[in-house]
T-cell receptor, first 113, second 118 residues
Framework: QQPVQSPQAVILREGEDAVINCSSS?????VHWYRQKHGEAPVFLMI?????EQKGHDKISASFNEKKQQSSLYLTASQLSYSGTYFC??????????????FGQGTILTVHP | EAGVVQSPRYKIIEKKQPVAFWCNPI?????LYWYLQNLGQGPELLIR????????DSQLPKDRFSAERLKGVDSTLKIQPAELGDSAVYLC????????????????FGPGTRLTVL
């Protein structure tokens, strides 16, 4: 089942902050975050594992609430280059689901000067 | 380090014609994925390979889609015959999979092939 992202779109001015949320109805092993610019490949930003480990971009932070199966991506002091569509991909815990990501519908982030 | 390579980048065909997409993953990545991305949507998994083995093809429409990954490196995705509804971007991704360290399994995507079926 597809995770749900919110909000669907965000408009910011440079320097402002934003939070993008991703919720799943299933128990998760990991949450992956990607940014995609128009006509380009999704670019890996962050991965958060069940248990608290994470790996990713120096200037972007995220959290994973295991009780709620929710993840949030925090974009602080936004730059023009942050514009794009952000996707979360969720990996369900257990057996044959390892490595299988189900992506949300995306959040469109637009940063203006 | 070279990323995931895909070709062609764009393809326009008429319906009922066959089409093939090629993917070369990052060197050393044992796991390869093919995704379909419709406009304004997130990628949807079509098939996942671990080395030469297709370990998850449950979402691949097998009546018209086929894929192969010979020698566990490059992969080809084929559609025959193509339908109007197949117009989309086809993304290939690769990862270290279960051979990676610490449980991380980040996937790296290629630029995709944009297919237009007329």
């Amino acid at each position: 089942q597809q995770p749900v992202q919110s909000p669907q779109a965000v408009i910011l001015r440079e320097g402002e902050d934003a939070v993008i949320n991703c919720s799943s109805s299933k128990a998760l092993y990991s949450v992956h975050w990607y940014r995609q610019k128009h006509g380009e490949a999704p670019v890996f930003l962050m991965i958060l594992l069940k248990g608290g480990e994470q790996k990713g971009h120096d200037k972007i932070s995220a959290s994973f609430n295991e009780k709620k199966q929710q993840s949030s991506l925090y974009l602080t002091a936004s730059q023009l280059s942050y514009s794009g569509t952000y996707f979360c991909g969720t990996e369900v815990a257990g057996g044959t689901s390892y490595g299988k990501l189900t992506f949300g519908q995306g959040t469109i982030l637009t940063v203006h000067p | 380090e070279a990323g995931v390579v895909q070709s062609p980048r764009y393809k326009i065909i008429e319906k009922k014609q066959p089409v093939a997409f090629w993917c070369n993953p990052i060197s050393g990545h044992n796991t390869l994925y093919w995704y379909l991305q419709n406009l304004g949507q997130g990628p949807e998994l079509l098939i996942r390979y671990e080395n030469e083995e297709a370990v998850d093809d449950s979402q691949l429409p097998k009546d018209r889609f086929s894929a192969e990954r010979l020698k566990g490196v490059d992969s080809t995705l084929k559609i025959q015959p193509a339908e109007l509804g197949d117009s989309a971007v086809y993304l290939c991704a690769s990862s270290l999979g279960r051979w990676g360290t610490s449980g991380y399994n980040e996937q790296f995507f290629g630029p995709g092939t944009r297919l237009t079926v007329l």
